[in-house]
């Protein structure tokens, strides 16, 4: 048995394989919505790389449901994978959307987040006794550090911006 | 509270309209909207036994965000509208919306004998200091010293003080959030929407436009270091005390809701109706 404070308990294979689910939907989710943000306040540039980030983070969902074959995931999921107090690891932070950012800023985002997932299945690694659990979560650890990679290559096409990238000729003013 | 739907599990998206919000990028009412959508969904509410009422203000937007009933109603006048409600459908769960501007300044009024009356309904009121639809004055919570061009040097204005002003009212329940941490949020709205009587919920929700200082809050929180306590004098001294970033719920009383009988008059509509004739 494995558990971490506020996060939901992973007592067998099944539980973790539901946990490892929700938190690939959860990122989903969370890079939608700043789609639609950044869709709202017409930076498509940021569109495109959050519905990108979206739709890779929707493939890794499915093959956890895949892995889990016979298995109704997506119902167990419903049922535990509950991040009641903390956030679901992979996801990203809304507070720190800005409606002028770059690239650069959203891989970012998407960094921590790989980086809390692969934290997050290394406690599993460290704490379960169940040694399937263990196997499972090890392998889930690999698959978070080749993520974390992948998001490293990446930000290789997007240096970061120049420290004016928040100016705006127009911006938003307190009226007068 | 309306009655829990056991017979199937809600998921968040249920109670999400398929209107974008249009607030800024990095505002934390988007963090608000997850708490209310996780709540209700905690609680296994179906969506058309709530509904979410509001007055004006960015904050305010957030009935049309939702897939319940919904009221976005006149400035300030959402706790009136809200209290109506509920007492003529006390079968609904309602959840009323507000900013620190329609809240405390065009609603103050209100809000002293919505917490008075204790009719059984949640108060959200995400607080930002500042007016922020409207492009950046001071509201009733906005520090004394904070520099516009409407109020060069600051207002010099002491700030209004909701939570002991809930309190001393007769507020039934109240707590303070951060709508960073949208999980634990929507925990106290749980907790909130299901205690009797007049729930008062501030959220601190910074407002990354006009006041880009606040994105400091995540780092000034902190959860509160003692239990709820149902004593208003304790209550009244820990709020009084606290540094305005203390998180958690802070007061749970057990005053008796107010709800008068439905149907008690046996006035027909067509009475009132003469009452009104020119």
């Known amino acids: 048995m494995s558990k971490t404070a ?28 700043l789609a639609d943000q950044m869709e709202t306040h017409n930076n498509p540039e940021l569109v495109k790389v959050f519905r990108d980030l979206a739709r890779a983070e929707g493939i890794h969902g499915e093959e956890i449901r895949r892995l889990a074959g016979d298995f109704d995931v997506v119902a167990h999921a419903r049922q535990i994978a509950n991040f009641e107090r903390s956030e679901s690891p992979e996801e990203v932070d809304l507070g720190s959307a800005h409606y002028l950012m770059t690239p650069w800023h959203a891989l970012q985002l998407s960094l921590k987040g790989e980086e809390r997932a692969f934290a997050y299945f290394t406690s599993i690694v460290e704490t379960a006794k169940d040694p399937k659990v263990k196997a499972l979560a090890a392998e889930l650890v690999e698959e978070e550090a080749e993520h974390v990679n992948l998001v490293h290559r990446l930000l290789l096409r997007y240096p970061k911006p120049s420290d004016t990238w928040a100016d705006d000729l127009d911006p938003p003013v307190s009226q007068e | 509270m309306s009655t829990v739907d056991t017979q199937r599990a809600y998921k968040q998206a249920d109670y999400k309209s398929d209107i974008n919000p249009i607030w800024c990028p990095g505002c934390g009412d988007y963090h608000v909207l997850l708490s209310f959508t996780r709540a209700f969904a ?5 969506p058309e036994q709530i509904a979410v009422i509001s007055g004006i203000g960015c904050s305010s937007r957030i ?5 319940c009933y919904g009221f976005h109603g006149v400035h300030g006048r959402s706790l009136a509208l809200a209290a109506g409600l509920k007492v003529t459908r006390p079968d609904l769960t309602v959840v009323v919306a507000s900013g620190d501007g329609d809240g405390y300044s065009i609603g103050g009024n209100h809000f002293l004998h919505a917490c008075r009356r204790n009719v059984d309904m949640t108060y959200v009121v995400m607080d930002n200091h500042i007016y922020g639809m409207t492009k950046g004055q001071p509201s009733p919570t906005t520090e004394p010293e904070f520099d516009t061009a409407l109020s060069p040097g600051g207002t010099k204005v002491r700030p209004f003080h909701p939570l002991v002003i809930a309190l001393a009212s007769g507020a039934n329940f109240i707590a303070r959030c951060f709508s960073g941490a949208p999980n634990e949020t929507a925990a106290v709205l749980v907790e909130a929407i299901k205690h009797p009587g007049f729930s008062f919920v501030e959220i601190l929700s910074p407002c990354v436009t006009f006041r880009p200082d606040e994105k400091a809050w995540k780092d000034l929180v902190h959860p509160a270091p003692v239990a709820a306590t149902t004593d ?45 004739e020119l």
Do not use: H
Request: hydrophobic share 35%.
């Open chain 2, 63 to 67: 009935p049309a965000y939702t897939n």
């Open chain 2, 232 to 276: 208003p004098g304790k209550a009244a001294r820990r709020i009084m005390s606290d540094d305005g970033f203390n998180i958690g719920i802070l007061f749970r009383g057990n005053r008796t809701p107010y709800q008068p009988a439905v149907g008690a008059t046996n006035i027909e509509l067509s009475e009132l109706e003469k009452d009104f």
């Open chain 2, 42 to 46: 905690q609680l296994g509410l179906p």
């Open chain 1, 6 to 33: 506020g996060n939901p308990k992973v007592s067998n294979l099944n539980d973790l394989l539901a946990i490892a689910y929700q938190i690939e939907i959860d990122a989903v989710d969370r890079y939608k919505m």
